[in-house]
Structures are given as structure tokens and as C-alpha cells.
């Protein structure tokens, strides 16, 4: 992979927020070292009730990647039938958990509800769609993404459909039907592993999982004013990178690799305080004709100041976040106190 720009993201965050809004659907499978297998809720072997018609798209892809909701393959929605008694309605839904041992991720729950289907029912057949806001007021809608909840149901005569969600004049889905829905009696019969979000070593010391090469990057300039907060010493997080080579930024130049988490730590604030005193001392860096060496990437545990990029190898430069100039740091300092 290659990146000709990058901005610091958690992994995923926009299609994991999508796909909190899709609906029915079942598989097997468990989440690593939690839960048990998910089983089809309507009888079939593959998650399909018993008497769907061949060919009839079912629930919509609940996989990672699947987005089918957003390009049109998704389950073939039907008004609610004015004889349908509901018995059972089936659902996905997607959220994040923390499985010991191995880190976090989004997992999808399948749940199923029975009971009293009054107020969805009355929701779903009888609440006709809001005539779409006149030019001038559609001020008043938000902009946000609603994806429109889809959850399969049964009646009493056994047929399995999915019932369509109506639009308000904003082109929402009804808040009525998804009031009903989220009022039902909503039981997870299992769960499924999706994606890692984050691994354990992520969690446990809250570092991002990758980080750019900032110092490679970084054209000398005239020396900044040195930070206030690198004359006061602090308890500091240190997370180390190795080169990922199959994944490269460039800006406008020389290819360089990209950084993956590979260890943590911490500094005390004894630690932390000789680390921002060699910073504050550093000199200027020189040109560097090391290759590209792993780095470090040190800030305050409480989170209050900037960053400091450190090479752990090569040419043990050092870059303060948001300064322009590149530090030269002694090996000594760097293997002592980063332990690189």
C-alpha cells in the first residue's frame, strides 16, 4: 500500500458507525474467547427462513466489507401486510467489545424478539411517509447518515418478510417504527466475530496501531522556540515502531515506510523529566545518510502537550510536534532511557 497523504484515524470508525444501523441477518461463528456460535433464528442451515421464494434477496450483507445496503443489494423491503399477525422478528446489530486477551473488536450480535408486535405493527403498516420538506425548510434536517433499520419478521401463518421502514419528510427513517423496534424485547441468541478494531498490545497501552514517519518527512528549518512543556518533567508514554515496508508515504519525494506498532511503555517522571532536558539541550540535527530507522513516539501520559518523534536507531534525531526542526539526541540517551 502505498499513501500519498495520511491523517492520523482509528481504524474503521465511519463504516463501523454505518454498519451499526443494518438489521437482520445470522452465521456461525464466535468471538475469540467469548460467546458461542450464532444458529440460523428461522430454521434454515444458511441463516435463510425455511419458506423464502428462490431467488428473493434475504437479509442484507452483515459482513465487514459487505456495504451492501449502500449499493442497492440489500433485502427486498415489502409494505407490512394488512393480515400479518407477528409472532418473531429476527435482527443484527453491530457493537464493540473487549476480549481479554485479544484486544477490541466490532462483533455482530444476532438477536430475536417475540411478544407484543401492536406498536410496530401499527408503526409499520399505518404511518404513512411525511411529504418531503418544502425548498426553504430543509434547513431544519439534519445531515447526518441514517441508514434505515431492517429486520425480518414472521406471522402466524409462517411467512418471513422484510418490512419497509418509512421515510419522515427529511428522508429519515420514521421515528415511530424505529421507536417500536428498539422497544421490543431484543434477546442475542449469539454472536460473531467481524474485525479486530484493536489489537492487545493497542489496548493495553493505548497507542495507535501504526503512525507516519514524521521525521522522515520533516524538512530541517530554522530552530523553533523551544516548548514550555519540555521544561517540565511528567510521567511520558513511549510506543515503538518498526518499518513496515509493504506500506509506504511519500510527499512528493522518496518513498519511506510506514510505522507499526511493535512494543510500549512508559517513562517516569524522573524518566521523563531527563528525556525532555536532553530534548530542550539538543543541538540541531545535521544531514542524516542513515537509512530509515525505526522510531518512538513519546508523549505525556495525561495527554497535556505535544508529541516527540525519536529515531531509535540511525541517526537518533528527534522531532517536538509541531516544530519545524529536527534535534540531534546521543545514542546514550536514546538507548538508555527509550531502551532501543
Not at 208 to 229: D, H, N, R, Y
Amino acid at each position: 500500500m502505498t499513501h500519498t497523504y495520511w491523517v492520523r484515524t482509528a481504524l474503521a470508525g465511519v463504516v463501523a458507525t454505518m454498519l451499526l444501523s443494518l438489521g437482520a441477518c445470522a452465521g456461525p461463528g464466535t468471538v475469540p474467547g467469548a460467546g458461542g456460535p450464532v444458529t440460523s433464528q428461522a430454521g434454515g442451515t444458511d441463516g435463510a427462513p425455511p419458506d423464502a421464494a428462490p431467488g428473493k434477496p434475504l437479509a442484507p450483507d452483515c459482513a465487514w466489507d459487505g456495504m451492501d445496503w449502500l449499493n442497492g443489494s440489500h433485502a427486498q423491503l415489502t409494505p407490512m401486510p394488512a393480515d400479518a399477525v407477528l409472532t418473531l422478528a429476527t435482527r443484527c446489530v453491530y457493537e464493540t467489545q473487549i476480549v481479554p486477551g485479544d484486544g477490541e473488536w466490532l462483533v455482530r450480535l444476532t438477536q430475536q424478539a417475540t411478544g407484543d408486535f401492536t406498536d410496530l405493527v401499527t408503526a409499520l403498516r399505518t404511518l404513512p411517509s411525511e411529504t418531503p420538506a418544502p425548498p426553504g425548510t430543509v434547513a431544519s434536517c439534519t445531515l447526518d447518515l441514517r441508514l434505515f433499520p431492517v429486520i425480518a419478521v414472521t406471522d402466524t401463518t409462517g411467512r418471513t418478510f422484510y418490512p419497509d421502514v418509512l421515510a419522515d419528510s427529511c428522508g429519515h427513517p420514521s421515528g415511530p417504527a424505529v421507536t417500536a423496534i428498539d422497544a421490543l424485547h431484543w434477546v442475542t441468541m449469539g454472536t460473531t466475530p467481524v474485525h479486530q478494531l484493536r489489537t492487545e498490545l493497542m489496548v493495553t497501552s493505548t497507542c495507535e496501531g501504526q503512525w507516519k514517519p514524521m521525521i522522515a518527512l520533516t524538512e530541517p528549518g530554522a530552530p523553533a522556540v523551544m516548548a514550555s512543556f519540555l521544561l517540565t518533567p511528567r510521567e511520558m508514554r513511549v510506543c515503538r515502531y518498526d518499518l513496515n515496508p509493504a506500506d509506504t508515504i511519500s510527499i512528493g519525494g522518496p518513498q519511506y515506510a510506514m510505522g507499526v506498532l511493535a512494543s510500549a511503555g512508559t517513562l517516569d517522571a524522573a524518566q521523563g523529566g531527563d528525556l525532555l532536558a536532553a530534548v530542550a539541550a539538543a543541538p540541531p540535527a545535521g544531514p542524516c545518510d542513515q537509512p530509515q530507522s525505526p522510531f518512538a513516539i513519546v508523549m505525556p501520559t495525561d495527554g497535556a502537550g505535544p508529541y516527540l518523534a525519536i529515531e531509535l536507531a540511525g541517526c537518533h534525531r528527534v522531532l517536538v510536534d509541531g516544530e519545524n526542526d529536527l534535534r540531534q539526541l546521543d545514542s546514550t540517551v536514546v538507548g538508555t532511557v527509550l531502551g532501543g
